[in-house]
């Protein structure tokens, strides 16, 4: 890792490998038409020696994009290196000094918010000053978790610390990269590594590939199927969506971010593999999940009775596409809501459903009592 040291005269850097990386700040940024100037390099450097610190990281002058094994190294540490920062400067560029005066409303409108990039390094580090184009403090990310989640669509527990992004599904964590756009179509792929906690080599010029791959190697480690949980009806999914089980693009997932972790016990774990040939996905799984999309009960009735295994993502599949008579087969079956259904049914105004969904929270009381 090669850091800027922020109290010499001169622009000096130093290299630094396995655990004798020192305490440090880094800066994230968007770039405009020109790349972050010396001017802001020098900005940066002063307020990190300000607050203590002896080194700095800013990925403009201390990654070496010439080297292609650097480059990849970089991106796949990015995520770790945001992380292991005492001191995160976020510098939002296009928000003017403004003490106080509408402060969420300029802040949404700030480009950081739209670029992929900037995702990881608003949820890796555990302390993020927001500063203006002034290089004022405009507040932490503690401090203003509200408006960032309102902004972002991460929770403000998240945003807070008192949960981590792994706690999400994964459909949720795509649906917070879904609004965000990168200058190169590999690095809306690249850019997420890290959130979902996977490696993978960098080849720029694959394009949406680069997407498919993030993909699979979330499947090689994860059980968390939500993956699926995409909607080609999303806008800005792409017309190449929906040939097959994987999306092409974050945008697929705009609608997703109300979709659980699944649990490591339920019996869908074992329904998706994936080998050197893609990714496979059992039958009966597959086939019970477009049946309960469409509605189709009688489908769904003899899907379950040969075998298929229901879940709490199912019931709410079916909750969302108000198919009633689908949720109480469901119900019937075994599938017992849990209070986040309930309450996405009231949202829907779906009275008859709620019904449904409150009898069956209050037979498995009676159930465990």
């Known amino acids: ?218 499947i090689k480690t994860s059980d968390d199927h939500s993956i699926f949980a995409w909607d080609v009806t999303s806008s800005g999914a792409g017309a190449g969506d929906g040939d097959g089980p994987l999306a092409t693009r974050p945008a697929a997932f705009a609608n997703s971010g109300q979709f659980l972790p699944l649990d490591s016990s339920d019996p869908l774990v074992d329904a998706i593999t994936v080998d050197s040939k893609g990714v496979h996905l059992r039958p009966d799984a597959v086939a019970l999940e477009m049946a309960v999309h469409n509605g189709h009960e009688a489908v769904v009735s003899l899907l379950l009775d040969k075998g298929a295994k229901a879940n709490l993502n199912v019931l709410l599949m079916a909750v969302m596409q108000g198919h009633e008579q689908v949720v109480e087969l469901l119900l019937g079956k075994g599938v017992r809501p849990n209070l986040f259904i309930v309450r996405k049914a009231k949202e829907l105004g779906n009275e008859s459903v709620v019904r449904l969904l409150e009898e069956g929270i209050r037979s498995r009381a009676v159930a465990i009592t």
């Open 1 to 218: 890792m090669r850091l800027l040291k922020t109290k010499t005269k001169e622009l000096e850097f130093e290299e630094f490998a396995g655990r004798n990386v020192p305490l440090y700040s880094i800066l994230s940024h968007t770039w405009g038409s020109d790349e972050i100037s010396l001017q802001d390099i020098m900005g940066t450097r002063t307020l990190a020696a300000a607050h203590g610190f002896d080194y700095v990281w800013i990925d403009t002058c201390c990654i070496d994009k010439t080297s292609s094994a650097e480059l990849s190294e970089a991106i796949n540490s990015m995520y770790r290196w945001y992380q292991e920062a005492d001191i995160c400067y976020a510098y939002l560029a296009d928000v003017a000094a403004s003490p106080g005066a509408g402060l969420p409303a300029r802040l949404s409108r700030s480009r950081w918010f739209t670029r992929g990039w900037t995702l990881q390094e608003l949820l890796a580090p555990s302390a993020v000053i927001f500063l203006d184009a002034a290089w004022h403090e405009i507040g932490t990310k503690s401090d203003l978790h509200e408006a960032l989640s309102e902004i972002t669509g991460i929770p403000s527990a998240v945003l807070q610390g008192t949960s981590t992004p792994s706690s999400a599904s994964v459909a949720q964590r795509m649906s917070w990269a879904s609004k965000r756009e990168t200058t190169r179509p590999e690095d809306l792929a690249y850019c997420l590594l890290g959130l979902f906690d996977v490696n993978m080599p960098m080849l720029y010029g694959e394009g949406d590939r680069a997407f498919a791959r993030l993909q699979e190697e979330i």
